[in-house]
């Protein structure tokens, strides 16, 4: 069955340290997103995708970057990270059509401490 | 600047009972709408998907609608059981199909036995 995986699922790192964090979907779509979800802000975009070598910024995309290399892997890197970025990483895919296709599925997170 | 938001934020009910979710947003341009269930540390599953232009979608005990023009959509659940205790989260895409989903903070809800 298709599916999107992400890895690690629990991570812990200091402050100044780069973290990536891996998202990779079997579904062959070409939208993909990363979302950062914290209590009492809800979950927010971070950076999107609509296909390889397009990159988007989101909302809250200060002191991240992605990269798309291929249509199945967008990883999430933090350049410097910082305590504010601890968070629950959830990312998320979308076939890029009209119709029924363009339902968004979601990875199980990533818990990232940052200390 | 589109917002979403869910009420009640909190919701207990006894088992058995029929009950409703709501979500509101504050610009009618919407593609469509997506709620969504996530359990305790888990990631998030896709219920429904209502496209801007149906008014209703159904999934067994759950019915979610639509009013594009007033803003608001309802997730209906009949006859709930513990199991369905979790929180219900409501999310819009923008303009096309594809975009990327804005999110109201959810209602967390508690069935009991």
């Known amino acids: 069955d298709a599916e999107i995986t992400q890895s690690p699922r629990h991570k812990i790192t200091e402050t100044g340290r780069q973290v990536t964090l891996a998202c990779h979907q079997t579904w062959n779509h070409n939208n993909m997103f990363w979302y950062r979800q914290d209590l009492g802000h809800g979950l927010r975009l971070i950076h999107y995708s609509y296909g390889v070598q397009d990159t988007n910024k989101g909302e809250v995309s200060d002191g991240y970057s992605v990269s798309r290399s291929n249509t199945e892997d967008l990883p999430l890197t933090l350049e410097s990270a910082a305590s504010s970025q601890t968070s629950v990483y959830f990312c998320?895919?979308?076939?890029?059509?009209?119709?029924?296709?363009?339902?968004?599925?979601f990875g199980p997170g990533t818990r990232l401490t940052v200390l | 600047k589109q917002e979403v938001t869910q009420i009640p934020a909190a919701l207990s009910v006894p088992e058995g009972e029929n009950l409703v979710l709501n979500c509101s947003f504050t610009?009618?341009?919407?593609?469509?709408l997506q709620w969504f269930r996530q359990d305790p540390g888990k990631g998030l599953t896709s219920l429904l998907l209502?496209?801007?232009?149906?008014r209703e979608q159904t999934s067994g005990r759950l019915n979610a609608s639509l009013d594009k023009s007033s803003g608001r959509s309802t997730l209906y659940i009949a006859a709930s059981q513990p199991g369905d205790s979790a929180t219900y989260l409501c999310a819009v895409t923008l303009n096309q199909a594809g975009t990327a989903l804005i999110f109201g903070k959810g209602t967390t809800l508690s069935v009991s036995s």
């Open positions: 209502i496209q801007s232009s149906q």
């Open positions: 998320a895919s979308s076939a890029y059509s009209g119709g029924p296709y363009n339902e968004q599925f």
């Open positions: 610009d009618s341009a919407i593609y469509n």
